[in-house]
Every structure is written in C-alpha cells, then in structure tokens.
C-alpha cells in the first residue's frame, strides 16, 4: 500500500509506503508526527465507511437470508468506489484525529494506491469472522464469514428487523477488514509525550471527571462543559495511550508471545524490572539487592519513557500488530539507543511491523550495522562475534524502507537504502560533517593563536 499526501500539516506532497521497518528521519517541525498519527488513524481507528453498492446485497439479504459475494468479483467491481470512500471518509475523521476543528485540514488529499492482485491474494489467503450484535453478546442478528483460501464470503441475516443503515455500515466495515487486510492491523502507538502520560495519566483522567461532578454541584450547565472539554480533546493517539495507561491494572494478567523481549529490555538497558499493583500503580525495582522499590515518578527519565513499550511487548503485541513510536531515542544514552535498535530488529524479524521517527545518528547507524552483517561476506562471522551481534537481530534491507522530511522543500522522499552501506542517511553526515569541519576549525584556530601569543 502506498498512501500519497498532500497538504497534511507542514508536508505539501510526499508519499510513503509501509514495509516490516518503516524509518521517518528529517529535522523539527518537518511533519513526521503529522505523518505518524495519519497512519495510525489509517490502519488503528474505525472511521465512517458506507460502500453504495452494499445497498443491493442487503436487499438480496433481506429476502433470502443469505447470500454470498467473490473477493474477486468485489475488487474487479467496485475496488475504485471502495478507494475513494476510504479516502473521502479518512480526510473527514483527520480533524477528528488531531483534536482540531475541520478549517485545519480542508485543503488535505490522502490518496491510498493498491495493487490489485495483491489484494486478491491476501484477501483469498486469510480466514475472517464478523458478527454483528444488537442484543445479547451470543444473540446474532448478521454474521459475514469467509474461510482460508477461499474466493466465497458469506452472509447470513438473523434480524430483518435491523435497519438498513446499520446494516450497510457493518458491512461495509467488514469488506475493508477483508479485503483490505493492510488497513486492518491492530497498531499500538508510543507518542514524544509518553514520559510525562506516564506519570500523569490517572490526574489527565480523573480531571474531567471532576470537571462534570463540581458542574452538577455548582449547578454548571454539564452538557456547556461536555462541549469545552471535547473541544479542548487530546489528538486520538494520545488519548488511546492514556486510556491503554489506565486498563494497565487489568491488562497485566494477559501475556504475551514477545514477552521476552520485554525482559531483555529491562535486563540490559533498564537492569531492573517494572512492577504494576492491581490499581495500576508503577514502580521500578533496580537489579542490585541492596535497592529498594521505587515508584515510578521516582526513578529515571529512562524508567519512565520505557515503561509503555515494555508493558506493550509484556501483556499486549501480538503477531502481525504495527507497532510506531515516536522518537524511540527519548532519554536513552546512545548504547541504549543501539540497544533498542537492535530489540525492534528482533520484533520485525518475529511478525511486528515497526514504524519509526528518530532524531538520532546513533539509531540509524545501528541499524545500518544489522543491514550490513545480513548480507553476509567474508569475516561477518567474526565481526558479529566480536561485537555480540545475533543471528535474530539481522535485517535484510529489502525489509526496510526509510523517508525524509524537508521541512524546507516540504516534501517526503524516499532515502536510499543500500544492502553494503545500510540507509544513506545524508541529513544526518551533513550535519555531523559540519561539526567536525567546526571543531577542527576552532581548534586549529585556537592553536593558532596559542602559537602566536608565545
């Protein structure tokens, strides 16, 4: 899937196009969190769909009960109108999205391009089940299912009394999980802000709560509130991740396929392990035994930027989630940047999506190790020896797309990424050659004058 944007934020035009590692790289104020969030809302959030053409497979449903549609015969159809719905749909929810009103986007064009074939092979190849219910949990009023490998989906209608809207939403809804598998990951997103949401995240919560209880004490119109306190909204990533921060409580008993990974985090870049009581308090235990408990606010700025991705890896990924994060880098020393650059190596290698916006050379350049190690040549052996580096960790560059942000050109681009080199991340050499050209020239200078004085 490629999307194409134009006028999103500070991006006149750019395209990107998702692979297992995703990397945005580009200076401040360049539109990558613009970009990030786009994406997330794309493949994470249920925004309004409703194909037309749906109309008339309601109404066969209706007088039949059931009836049955082909992948294929949808997509040769009607994959155009179904595109452009999306896309129609998707600019109407972005103000949405950000928490901003609609004049901020109105000159917005997101367009998705999909290979059709593609498509057809993906949507063929996997099983799906949607039930719709508007009674009890097992009191099914529409059931859509499709088995593996098979061109058949097929609908079945319990309730005629369903009205036609909620039935052509649904089902709409469901033809995009389908057959626009891309669009349908479940995708977890780690925001800039995520240090301060967790420590703060039981205050952000309970505030507007508050808020509606003095209302009704004071006698303050609840529902005047209710508009200031949507209006005032936080972007919907951070608003997911608050509300992912205070289920923590409840969510700590289910366990995850990559919770090894959680640990080798706290082991080697954290060297102690995190603790959640049932309320959903967090505290830090260090390594060393003659450390005490502490609670969360009382630790590390390193302690507390981890702490959503640990808990994330711990109780909640699963195989083929997109995991993003906004600037991976927060707070950690350089080795531990190259550290984690190495655990999301590992997560790619293991069914994760990875989508990434780094400010760090460190990041990248250790990326660019695990690009050049995979090809493998003579003597890689012994460097990955040396250096400790895994088998699990290497990445093959076909499994890597990187993109730049000009904030000056305002434009996306693709960077090179080359299987001997790694990504040809030239906005960071030219910043890093600039600093070593000015330091070796104050120095030089500098001895200069010293010489010159004697």
């Not at 800039?192 to 004071?218: C, I, P, V, Y």
């Amino acid at each position: 899937m490629k999307i194409d944007f134009e006028n999103l934020g500070g991006i006149d035009k750019g395209s990107i196009e998702l692979n297992d590692f995703t990397l945005f790289c580009g200076r401040n104020n360049s539109g990558k969190t613009y970009a990030m969030y786009s994406l997330y809302g794309l493949l994470e959030k249920e925004f309004d769909i409703r194909f037309n053409f749906v109309k008339e497979v309601i109404e066969k449903l209706k007088q039949a009960g059931t009836h049955s549609l082909s992948v294929k015969g949808i997509l040769d159809l009607h994959q155009k109108e179904m595109v452009e719905n999306i896309e129609y749909h998707f600019k109407e929810y972005l103000p949405r999205l950000f928490g901003v009103t609609d004049e901020e986007f109105s000159d917005t064009a997101i367009r998705l391009n999909f290979d059709g074939e593609d498509l057809q092979l993906r949507a063929f190849t996997k099983p799906a089940k949607r039930m719709l219910s508007l009674g009890k949990v097992k009191d099914w009023s529409l059931s859509l299912e499709k088995e593996a490998n098979s061109d058949a989906i097929h609908l079945t209608l319990h309730n005629t009394e369903i009205p036609d809207r909620i039935l052509q939403d649904f089902i709409s809804k469901s033809l995009v999980s389908i057959l626009f598998t891309c669009l349908s990951k479940d995708s977890f997103l780690l925001p800039a802000e995520r240090a301060g949401l967790n420590l703060f995240f039981k205050e952000l919560s309970s505030t507007r709560n508050l808020l509606l209880q003095h209302a009704q004490k004071d006698k303050v119109d609840p529902m005047e509130l209710l508009k200031d306190i949507i209006n005032s909204r936080y972007a919907d990533p951070v608003q997911d991740y608050i509300q992912y921060l205070n289920e923590i409580g409840r969510t700590q008993k289910q366990k995850s396929v990559y919770r090894e990974y959680a640990l080798a985090i706290q082991k080697n870049v954290l060297k102690g392990k995190y603790e959640v009581d049932s309320q959903g308090n967090v505290s830090f235990m260090p390594n060393k035994s003659n450390k005490k408990k502490l609670p969360l606010h009382f630790s590390s700025s390193t302690v507390k930027t981890l702490f959503g991705l640990v808990f994330y890896l711990e109780h909640i990924a699963k195989e083929g989630d997109c995991l993003m994060i906004d600037e991976p880098e927060l707070n950690l020393h350089p080795d531990n940047q190259r550290q984690l650059a190495r655990v999301l190596a590992q997560l790619v290698n293991i069914g994760l999506k990875v989508i990434v916006s780094t400010h760090s050379d460190y990041f990248v350049r250790e990326l660019n190790n695990l690009i050049m190690l995979k090809k493998g040549f003579a003597g890689a052996g012994q460097l990955q020896k040396k250096y400790g580096y895994q088998d699990s960790e290497l990445l093959d560059a076909s499994r890597v797309s990187a993109y730049l942000f000009d904030n000056n050109k305002k434009t996306i681009s693709k960077m090179k990424i080359d299987e001997d080199e790694g990504i040809i991340a030239k906005t960071f050499d030219d910043v890093i050659n600039n600093l070593n050209k000015s330091a070796d020239e104050i120095y030089y200078a500098m001895q200069d004058a010293k010489e010159i004085d004697c």
